[in-house]
Structure formats: structure tokens, C-alpha cells
């Protein structure tokens, strides 16, 4: 059986994302991976704060955010963490449309510009 909650708890679990994110000291981070979390080709600082809320659905605050490539390869998967390095999302995909996160391109060289166009996360 699917289990159904209420759009006001949607709401209230979404925000409780964003404030782990944005806890400690410091803005958090997305890493842009390579299939499987083989490789980080680059993690790009978020804002603080990280996300907006609105229903139901977390986006990604002050796009276009950038970071220069650490590592070459296909993006295909996004993590993030928060400043202390702590997984807070993992299994985002990612792509040039139609995924969670959205990139200017997923083929990444090392030393070049990654960048985050858009992310959105939406409550499951």
C-alpha cells in the first residue's frame, strides 16, 4: 500500500532538507559524478540559503552556480552535502534537460567550467 501524507508535511520535510543543507558554518555543496559515484568531476558551492521551498519542491537558489572541473567523464549523477561533508541527497540525476539537475553539458573535462543551470528537487 502507498503511503500518502499531506501536502502542509510535504512542505515541512522539503524545508527540513534546506536546513540541513545549509547547517554549519559554511554554504554546502553539489558534486556532479560520473555513473555509480565512480569519479567527482566537480562540487559546486551552493548559496546559503541552498534551496526555496514551494510546494513541495525544493529549487536550487542563485543558478547559474559554477566550479572549475577536478576530473574528466560523463555526469550522470548529483550529491549533496552539507558543509561538513555529510551526504544529505544522493540520487539525483543529471543531464541537459529533463532530470533533477541540469547542466550545461555532461561531458566534463578537468579544468573546465561545470556548470549548474537549474535543480529541483520534488517530494516524493
Do not use: W
Not at 36 to 41: D, I, K, P, S
Amino acid at each position: 500500500m502507498t503511503v500518502t501524507y499531506s501536502n502542509a508535511l510535504k512542505d515541512t520535510r522539503m524545508t527540513a532538507v534546506v536546513s540541513a543543507v545549509d547547517g554549519g558554518g559554511s554554504a554546502g555543496t553539489m558534486e556532479i559524478c560520473t555513473a555509480g559515484y565512480a569519479a567527482v568531476l566537480g562540487a559546486i558551492t551552493l548559496q546559503r540559503p541552498s534551496f526555496s521551498e514551494a510546494s513541495q519542491t525544493i529549487t536550487v537558489a542563485g543558478v547559474p552556480l559554477s566550479a572549475t572541473a577536478g576530473n574528466s567523464g560523463t555526469a550522470a549523477l548529483a550529491r549533496i552535502k552539507d558543509s561538513s561533508g555529510n551526504v544529505i541527497v544522493s540520487g539525483l540525476t543529471v543531464g541537459t534537460s529533463g532530470t533533477d539537475v541540469i547542466i550545461s553539458s555532461t561531458t566534463v573535462a578537468s579544468g573546465q567550467q561545470l556548470t549548474l543551470t537549474s535543480g529541483t528537487i520534488a517530494h516524493g
